[in-house]
């Protein structure tokens, strides 16, 4: 092909929502500790789960920074270096400052299509980490966004940021212009401190108070592009952003926005009489954040991370597509046709589609180097064991670095590849296999959150000594713990291999150090495995759908 279809193809395929992620903030009076907390599960098909680091780093005058779309690696451009950037490990820098994301798509005309001179450099992926090596607030996060955008161009499609520091974060939804509109149309609204927020693929800011200088921020042109697009047309005080730029309808109210009602409803439970909203039964969407009946650890937003619309009428380990072994994992698409009728999938926040997840804690009351710290681990959140990484890290262990394996490249020493070759075994067989699981992610996050406070004592007494020695500790403590659950991740794996192997389950007994080792007969081979054959419900289907077809002829019945 062409050059000039090339080029526009790849600037295309950048721009195209890959990546369909889940956000929950918790302000800091809406802690248990005061910490502000942010999640983001990273979902995309295809996306190599790693830990991303850039060091902090002096650069010289003239120095480029050179932008590589996040979702594809197209080039899209270089933009002078700022002299001095700051250490950024995952999703947050030795400042605090946490930005994550989900993509909202929007409307698609306002995909800037533009290639060549002039076409639009900064796509949400660099907008995230150049945001982090350069800011050392979240407010500071968000102008050096919108300029960067301002200055150079928007190549990505709609999008909501979470923008958070140790005292305060935001959610930020911006989308871009359309071919030649240059730059974009943002909001950013502050979450009050004792409220709960998220976001999850759908733009949450409706309206926003104007006038609320210290908790709004926007787009000088927010309200009169919509008018000059004919998205809207009352006046200033109505406007919505989500209205104008990204109009609900069923799939981004059930697919989307079910995923922050789901959270927000085991925290108060009012949240319930947005039910008929997100079955597209009812216009009256949820508000953007809510105050919850009781504060919320780092803990519970793990658990948060992990849910299957658990314990709602959505419940997806109850209904036909769970399978005989009641798994809350579907297939995708999420949608499928039988006959003329279009059926879906739920779609929750843990999902099997997921790259990396991290919980970010951050904490105003100690030196950012120790107060930040994101509990984080490749794959699905409901299949790994969170593991402390602090934001002063300046290494990165093989088993989390990028370079280490791909998404088309498998090794054994890739905490990825290691985590979703358990995953695929479990999902398989899910409520057969998942308490094994249970029992090793259990012991290792509590380990880790055991040793939290006496790891952070020793910290900051190195911290009063000399700063460089508690970077040089807590880089060493957080690679430590990570190689540490990798090495017991694929023991587990190795575990599971072995004990369900063939459709069977083999015996196993707690040794004298508390492991799980097989148990063996007198000769030392290892005992008989069960059979376990279907679960009760399952053999009464089969029979139900298929009559006579398998009956054992009655003079047989006591036979094996």
């Not at 002299?83 to 989900?102: A, D, F, K, L, R």
């Not at 090596?133 to 996060?141: D, G, K, N, V």
């Amino acid at each position: 092909m062409g050059k000039r279809f090339t080029v526009l193809v790849g600037l295309l395929l950048c721009m195209i929502p890959m990546r369909a992620c889940t956000s929950l903030i918790v302000g800091k009076k809406a802690s248990v500790d005061g910490s502000v907390i942010v999640s983001y599960n990273a979902d995309s098909y295809g996306l190599y789960g790693f830990l991303y680091h850039r060091n902090a780093g002096k650069h010289l005058p003239g120095s480029k920074r050179r932008i590589n779309c996040w979702d594809t690696n197209e080039y899209l451009g270089d933009i002078p270096e700022q002299e001095y950037t700051y250490n950024v490990v995952g999703n947050m820098n030795e400042h605090q400052v946490t930005i994550v994301e989900s993509t909202f798509g929007g409307r698609k005309e306002l995909l800037d299509t533009l290639r060549g001179p002039g076409a639009p450099k900064i796509d949400y992926g660099s907008l995230i980490y150049i945001g982090l090596e350069r800011s050392r607030t979240a407010r500071e996060a968000i102008k050096v966004m919108t300029d960067l955008v301002a200055q150079y161009g928007y190549a990505s499609s709609g999008e909501s940021f979470t923008i958070a520091d140790a005292e305060e974060a935001w959610i930020m939804d911006m989308i871009g212009k359309g071919p030649g509109g240059h730059g974009a149309v943002w909001v950013a609204v502050r979450i009050p401190d004792d409220c709960i927020s998220g976001h999850a693929n759908q733009s949450r800011i409706r309206k926003f108070d104007m006038s609320d200088k210290e908790n709004v921020m926007y787009s000088s042109d927010v309200v009169s592009f919509a008018r000059e697009k004919g998205y809207y047309k009352g006046p200033n005080k109505d406007f919505s952003f989500s209205d104008a730029y990204s109009p609900t309808d069923f799939e981004s109210a059930h697919f989307c926005d079910a995923r922050i009602w789901s959270f927000f409803r085991a925290y108060n439970p009012e949240i319930n009489k947005y039910q008929d909203y997100i079955m597209g039964k009812s216009k009256e969407a949820m508000p953007l954040y809510i105050k919850p009946n009781r504060l919320l650890s780092v803990n519970e937003i793990c658990e948060c991370m992990r849910d299957h619309y658990d314990n709602t009428f959505m419940e997806m380990a109850k209904d036909a597509g769970a399978g005989m072994y009641e798994s809350p994992y579907r297939p995708t698409p999420l949608t499928f046709k039988v006959g003329d009728k279009l059926y879906y999938n739920e779609r929750p926040i843990s999902t099997q589609q997921t790259a990396f997840t991290t919980v970010a804690q951050m904490r105003s009351w100690f030196p950012s180097w120790i107060g930040g710290v994101q509990w984080f681990g490749t794959d699905d959140a409901n299949m790994i064991a969170y593991t402390p990484v602090y934001c002063c890290t300046t290494d990165i262990p093989k088993c989390l670095a990028g370079g280490t394996a791909s998404d088309i490249k498998f090794s054994w020493d890739s905490s990825f590849w290691v985590c979703n070759w358990i995953s695929n075994m479990i999902y398989m067989k899910y409520n057969l296999m998942i308490a094994d699981l249970r029992e090793v992610q259990n012991d290792l996050e509590g380990m880790y959150h055991k040793e939290q406070p006496n790891v952070e004592r020793k910290a900051k007494e190195l911290y009063d000594d000399d700063p460089q020695l508690v970077q040089t500790y807590l880089t060493n403590y957080s690679n430590d713990c990570a190689n540490k659950t990798f090495k017991r991740w694929k023991k587990l794996g190795e575990f599971l291999l072995v004990k369900y192997n063939d459709m069977t389950v083999r015996p196993v007994k707690k040794n004298s150090i508390g492991e799980w080792e097989f148990k063996k007969t007198k000769f030392g081979y290892g005992e008989e495995p069960t059979r376990v054959g279907y679960p009760k419900p399952m053999q009464e289907d089969i029979v139900k759908k298929t009559g006579d077809r398998f009956l054992v002829p009655s003079e047989n019945h006591d036979k094996k």
